[in-house]
């Protein structure tokens, strides 16, 4: 990505963002805008430059922010009615380190409203078009974040993935998404969806680029005591992989698996094996489960964390409430969308009393053995390859009266959430209709430059 410079003017980067992002506003891959803030931090990166002064990694370099970060920078909407005039307060950790490397956020992207969903179509703000096909989902939740990098509107962008909303979209239109270990990236400052589950990373387009930015959002923050101290901080060619073994999980290659998504991966495997990579093919069948934990473990912890918004306390408050009650009902029921109500419902219903063996904690157990699973894989491989998503992008409203042809969407993302591992999206390839097709390779936790570097040993420059 081009840095600023003493010959490259950070205002010059963020104009033609600025206008890149104008000229595609039709595939609605934004909620905002941030001209005015992004021109001045350029001219004040330019001023720096002009005066010899010290700028970071990053400077004047545009980007888009996935609009459930924090940011003082306009309202922080999370795509959903009851924060859509939500001012914020702080800067979540992840921007603030990215912003004191110089990078410039132009603008806050799209999303399915609170990250719930695969497509972008449950934002309050309407969907956002693919990269590749104006009448096909940008994938979810990050779809305005990949597609604001897949039209080369900003070099880098980032997102959140719980379940798959990182690399999902990124396969969806062709761009690297990079869902690190969990702890890798503090979630301070993020509207939270789960949080045994939620991670923090970005798109770009190189493994080196991705790479880059999440060196600098990793490490250490004592406002997320899940993170991680001294993370991420290999050169990426240090980070080889030892054992030179990856394993091809089989069970994701045949029934319900597009052939033409079959076929790409199947051709990015001989690639690696053409790079010295010994493939080999895996039977995982505890994968086939983890759809069924993940809409046990994640609506619960999603229940939770929803029901902070009351109408008293952040956003929304609906007009017709006349008492106490109805703020709550009324507020909730206005400002949250279907899907959010569904998984509120299902959450309630896993951990009500009468239920919660039957259901959550027999969940939690099945994800130990999940985890078991995995860790037993990395004894032998380094990593573990299969689709992103078993079909390229589908068309806008296709799947949105059916949520459960919906959620069997994320059946090969959400196993790396549940066991708090990294996966990364690498675009593989088309299918007949010129959509593109990702595959993904995840790793043990703590993996995640070795996967990148995995990635950049075969990447076409
Ligand atoms: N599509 C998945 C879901 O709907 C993943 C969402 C996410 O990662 N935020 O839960």
């Known amino acids: 990505m081009k840095i600023a410079d003493k010959d490259t003017k950070a205002v010059d980067l963020v104009r033609a963002a600025l206008e890149k992002a104008k000229e595609y506003e039709d595939y609605h891959a934004f909620i905002s805008m941030n001209e005015a803030h992004a021109l001045e931090r350029a001219r004040e990166i330019d001023a720096k430059i002009e005066k010899g002064e010290k700028v970071g990694r990053l400077a004047g370099v545009p980007f888009a922010l996935k609009d459930n970060y924090l940011s003082p920078e306009g309202n922080t909407t999370a795509a959903a009615k009851m924060l859509e005039d939500f001012p914020s307060p702080i800067t979540a950790t992840a921007v603030a380190k990215i912003e004191a490397e110089g990078a410039i956020m132009i603008g806050r992207t799209n999303l399915d409203a609170y990250a719930h969903g695969g497509s972008t179509e449950n934002s309050y703000f309407g969907p956002t078009s693919n990269a590749y096909d104006k009448e096909r989902v940008a994938g979810g939740s990050s779809g305005g974040s990949a597609v604001a990098v897949a039209l080369d509107i900003v070099p880098f962008a980032l997102g959140s993935d719980t379940g798959g909303s990182i690399r999902q979209p990124a396969s969806f239109n062709g761009v690297i998404g990079v869902k690190p270990t969990f702890g890798a990236v503090s979630r301070y400052g993020v509207v939270a969806m789960a949080s045994s589950t939620d991670t923090m990373g970005c798109f770009a387009k190189t493994a080196e680029d991705a790479n880059l930015v999440m060196s600098i959002m990793a490490g250490k923050d004592k406002k997320d005591s899940t993170t991680l101290d001294d993370y991420w901080t290999k050169e990426l060619s240090e980070a080889t992989p030892k054992k030179k073994k990856i394993g091809l999980i089989s069970d994701f290659l045949g029934e319900g698996v597009d052939p033409e998504v079959v076929k790409a991966v199947k051709?990015?495997?001989?690639?690696?094996?053409?790079?010295?990579?010994?493939?080999?093919e895996v039977n995982m069948p505890i994968l086939?489960?983890?759809?069924?934990?993940?809409?046990?473990?994640?609506?619960?912890?999603?229940?939770?964390?929803?029901?902070?918004?009351?109408?008293?306390?952040?956003?929304?408050?609906?007009?017709?409430?006349?008492?106490l009650d109805e703020i709550y009902s009324k507020t909730r029921d206005e400002g949250f969308m279907p899907e959010n109500k569904r998984r509120i419902m299902i959450g309630n219903f896993v951990l009500s009393s009468g239920f919660f063996d039957a259901y959550y904690l027999k969940a939690?157990?099945?994800?130990?053995?999940?985890?078991?699973?995995?860790?037993?894989?990395?004894?032998?491989?380094?990593?573990?390859?299969?689709?992103?998503?078993?079909?390229?992008?589908?068309?806008?409203?296709?799947?949105?009266?059916?949520?459960?042809?919906?959620?069997?969407?994320?059946?090969?993302?959400?196993?790396?959430?549940?066991?708090?591992?990294?996966?990364?999206?690498?675009?593989?390839?088309?299918?007949?209709?010129?959509?593109?097709?990702?595959?993904?390779?995840?790793?043990?936790?703590?993996?995640?430059?070795?996967?990148?570097?995995?990635?950049?040993?075969?990447?076409?420059?």
Do not use: H, W
């Open 267 to 280: 051709d990015y495997a001989n690639k690696l094996k053409k790079a010295g990579y010994e493939i080999e």
């Open 288 to 323: 086939k489960y983890a759809l069924a934990i993940y809409y046990i473990v994640v609506p619960a912890e999603i229940s939770s964390n929803l029901s902070r918004y009351d109408g008293i306390r952040y956003g929304f408050r609906s007009k017709e409430a006349k008492d």
């Open 364 to 461: 939690q157990k099945a994800r130990t053995l999940l985890i078991n699973a995995y860790n037993e894989a990395f004894e032998k491989y380094d990593a573990l390859l299969c689709p992103t998503a078993p079909r390229p992008a589908f068309k806008i409203g296709e799947n949105t009266d059916d949520p459960l042809q919906m959620y069997l969407e994320d059946v090969m993302t959400v196993p790396a959430n549940l066991a708090g591992i990294p996966g990364i999206n690498i675009p593989v390839g088309k299918s007949k209709d010129g959509l593109p097709i990702g595959a993904q390779l995840v790793g043990a936790r703590q993996s995640d430059q070795m996967l990148l570097n995995i990635i950049a040993s075969v990447e076409e420059k």
